[in-house]
């Protein structure tokens, strides 16, 4: 199946006002439509970020959200303020999140079920340590981790939903997983959603890479089989650089 490319620049705590508008703006006027693409500001920049991509094939997110609608839940997001703000997607379980922070796989998929039930698409985000790694656990953390998230979705659900596979090791660190080790673990994660659902559901889902990806990796990491797009922290952060990643997924996809 050829599933949609997905290219995807999470800003993190970065920019001020006028810089994330202009940002947005210059990727705004810099895609074509041929790749879907998705910008995360923080969240005192969604509106104004929102303003500027309005009418242009660009789409918004929020970076994280709270799993109840409203209360007293001082400093935080919830997910009908993201719906609110004309957000389609939101970043669930980054590894900041849960390795800074603190968030168990317990919460994100609290996380990922309430993102559903407001009709954003979550995208949950899981990986491991270097350690972890070396221990040759990789894959028993992720599927840890995908069950958590996937606590209660169904499959028809579940389809809708976008993975990002992003190491730990490699977030921020310039350190990237080889393609190769990228689409091993990418085929895993695939072969569990066919496990957990079906062939079909395995099929649509689209599992982006996140970690350190850059203009000069884009192509050999997008043109993998199993790898669908990319969750972009760093490079997104500066149009030019973003850009080339969005065209190299039109390149392949």
């Not at 949609?4 to 202009?22: C, E, F, H, V, Y």
């Not at 085929?187 to 982006?208: C, F, G, M, P, T």
Request: glycine letters at 12%; charged letters at 20%.
């Amino acid at each position: 199946m050829n599933r949609p490319m997905l290219i995807a620049g999470n800003w993190k705590m970065n920019l001020d006002r006028a810089s994330a508008t202009a940002l947005a703006e210059a990727i705004a006027g810099g895609v074509d439509g041929q790749v879907e693409t998705v910008l995360f500001p923080p969240f005192v920049y969604l509106d104004a970020v929102r303003r500027v991509l309005e009418g242009t094939p660009v789409a918004h997110g929020g970076q994280n959200m709270y799993p109840a609608d409203s209360g007293a839940f001082t400093g935080e997001v919830s997910g009908p303020m993201l719906v609110d703000l004309g957000c389609r997607y939101v970043l669930l379980g980054h590894s900041e999140r849960r390795h800074v922070i603190g968030e168990s796989d317990a919460l994100v998929g609290e996380k990922v079920a309430a993102a559903f039930a407001v009709g954003l698409v979550p995208v949950l985000c899981v990986g491991e340590t270097l350690e972890e790694r070396e221990a040759d656990r990789t894959m028993e953390v992720i599927a840890r981790q995908m069950e958590a998230g996937c606590q209660g979705i169904g499959a028809a659900e579940a389809a809708r939903m976008v993975i990002a596979y992003e190491p730990v090791w490699a977030i921020g660190t310039g350190r990237t997983a080889t393609p190769e080790q990228a689409q091993a673990v990418h085929a895993d994660l695939r072969q569990w959603l066919v496990d957990r659902y079906n062939a079909d559901v395995a099929r649509q889902i689209r599992i982006q890479y996140g970690g350190s990806v850059k203009p000069s990796n884009a192509s050999d990491l997008l043109s993998q089989p199993d790898i669908d797009g990319a969750l972009v922290g760093g490079a997104s952060l500066e149009a030019g650089s973003f850009l080339d990643i969005v065209a190299a997924g039109a390149a392949v996809g």
